[in-house]
């Protein structure tokens, strides 16, 4: 028996064209780029594993990722979590798994829609912010930035409370954060996969990407390939991203980590879509993360994974789904 897998992608290219074609070698599996049309509400997955790269980005994609976990399709990442997840809840985890973060406070909203009458609708919020023990607890310089936001979208280095409050005034309709700025003496993203398997990079977040030019790019390492000669940090990140994923969930992922007098503080660790183009990770990392997702991939696969099985939703009879042309 042929088991499926589907790949959803965006602009990248070098990814899922390799991923692909190596899945394809693989005895009994079927890979391809996933086609998707009118979704019945009575709905069998025609695929065993989706691999997700670009929901956050098309609605449609996330609406069909959780029809078809309901229809019995393994997602990578499972949509009903990255659908509910945010930045701040992540900080408020590691914290709890023992993961050194930043002190991090979240802030109300600065505006809201027209529908919201500020008398009436937001008595709950504490009016005026205590500025000063927040300010007290962060200390300057601070980041701020949106509770669930990425990619260095409305992203400000705050060092003054003057250059705090015209940030925050500027911030609309954003839930956003306060951060403590790690002056960091080098920084680290680890592509992780499957929850264990990760690989740690060297990274620079100010320097221009090579293909979008947005902030943020790898550094090619060839003396050590991106392993640092500290093992206990080598294996702090390894162990620190391992404890994210795992309470987290997800099975593709990314944690960047900014090293400061030998700590690694976690500082995104919510990427369930990371940057795997060989542009941007570079030999020999590429070709190690593709062959660790077609792994990963390949096992969910004969396994016969679900997503539902994670939830009470898992429990519920199968239905005959419906084939278009017949009506029942």
């Not at 060092?159 to 002056?183: H, W």
Request: net charge neutral; charged share 25%.
């Amino acid at each position: 028996m042929t088991e499926k897998i589907g790949v959803l992608v965006g602009w990248e290219q070098t990814f899922p064209a390799a991923f692909i074609e190596r899945c394809n070698r693989v005895p009994g599996i079927t890979a391809e780029l996933a086609k998707l049309g009118g979704t019945p509400e009575r709905f069998s997955s025609p695929y065993r594993v989706l691999v997700d790269r670009i929901s956050q980005e098309v609605k449609h994609y996330r609406f069909y990722l959780k029809a078809a976990a309901l229809g019995g399709a393994c997602v990578i990442n499972d949509p009903f979590w990255w659908s509910a997840d945010d930045k701040f809840f992540g900080y408020s985890l590691a914290a709890r798994l023992g993961v050194a973060v930043p002190r991090t406070v979240m802030l109300p909203q600065k505006e809201y829609i027209p529908a919201i009458d500020k008398q009436r609708s937001l008595r709950n919020l504490e009016f005026p912010l205590n500025w000063e023990s927040i300010i007290n607890y962060i200390g300057f310089p601070a980041i701020l930035k949106p509770a669930d936001g990425g990619g260095w979208k409305d992203v400000t280095v705050v060092r003054t409370p003057g250059e705090l409050l015209k940030a925050y005034d500027a911030s609309g309709l954003n839930v956003m954060t306060l951060q403590e700025f790690i002056d960091f003496e080098d920084y680290a993203r680890c592509i992780c996969v499957g929850r264990e398997r990760i690989l740690p990079i060297q990274y620079d977040p100010k320097r221009p990407h090579p293909i979008t030019g947005l902030r943020g790019a790898y550094i090619h390492n060839p003396q050590d390939g991106g392993r640092w000669t500290d093992k206990g940090l080598h294996e702090r990140m390894i162990n620190d991203s391992i404890k994210l994923n795992q309470a987290l969930g997800y099975d593709m992922n990314s944690v960047e980590f900014a090293i400061k007098d030998g700590v690694p503080y976690a500082i995104d660790f919510t990427n369930p879509a990371p940057d795997m183009d060989i542009k941007s990770i570079l030999e020999p990392h590429f070709h190690v993360v593709v062959d660790w997702m077609v792994d990963f991939a390949v096992k969910c696969a004969k396994e016969g994974r679900k997503t539902i099985d994670r939830y009470p939703l898992g429990k519920l009879e199968e239905v005959e789904p419906v084939r278009f042309g017949e009506r029942g």
